[in-house]
């Protein structure tokens, strides 16, 4: 099977990138290493170094003649998409339409399309939790905004043009290889702190809760979605919310750190409650959470402790 993962040098695109690989498939991977690493991406998969919105990424994906693509490039802070709507609306939305494009003027059978979405920055701070995909979306970032803007093309271009597609969204995803940079880059920014015996900054009064799930179940979610015929969203989470205290606490247990948590102010648009209720992609597709946080959490810390900076 012919897989492309833009996005693929990335931390979720390569744990994905490697599950394919695995399985046999010939991948393509589409990443200009904004932060994404070419040393992620294993030999086994070819890397095309180019931004998606790129004008030759059309002729890059007909030449290649994918029966998926699965679409994880993406500009991922939401503090930057704070700081500046224009880029982020640049990659997530224009760059994701170009995608689009692509794969619906490919000269061969068009490839159904997985859209890694956000479910921690899609649905605000609702009253009950966990929430679910019933719940309308109310993004509090441009970040937010702009992957809810895809999901809203989707069906527009499965209308016009039958794109089948799978739209998930994820929570706070966490493991080996992650960049301190993303939605739950705490677990990356702690463990990293907390090996080089540095000082540890919680914003806040470490109360917001957060639902963190391993990248490997994440990658199950997505492999399930290729093989759906339905268009989702579907939220891919635990369904438990942790507060930063005991997410700081387990790993300091981990990473043997004496030192207490140093509290800082809050910070702007930080929201204060989400986990997602999953029980719709477990209906669906049989996909259920595999991995516990203190056993992701130990996994990660092992791999931080075995490629320190
Ligand atoms: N990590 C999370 O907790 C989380 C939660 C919800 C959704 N997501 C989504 O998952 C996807 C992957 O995120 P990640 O955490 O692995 O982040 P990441 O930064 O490790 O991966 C993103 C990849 O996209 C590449 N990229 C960025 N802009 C690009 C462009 N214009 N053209 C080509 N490549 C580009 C980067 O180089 C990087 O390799 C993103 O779409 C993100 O929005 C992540």
Known sequence: MKSVVTGGAGFIGSHLVDRLVDAGDDVLVIDDLSSGKEINVPSGARLEEMDIGDDRLGSVLDSFGPARVF?????????????????????????TLNVLEAIRNASGEQAKFVFVSTGGAMYGEPEQLPAAEALPASPGSPYGASKHTVEIYLPVYERLFGLNHTTLRLANVYGPRQDPHGEAGVVAIFSRAMLAGRDVTIFGDGKDERDYVYVGDVVEALVLAAESNEGGPYNVGTGIGTNVNDLFGVLAELCDYGQPAIYGPPRAGDIGKISLDSALLSRDMGWRPETGLVDGLATTVSWFRANPD
Request: net charge neutral; no cysteine.
């Open 71 to 95: 679409h994880a490039a993406a500009q991922i802070s939401v503090s930057v998409s704070a700081r500046e709507p224009m880029t982020d609306a640049k990659t997530n939305v224009i760059g």
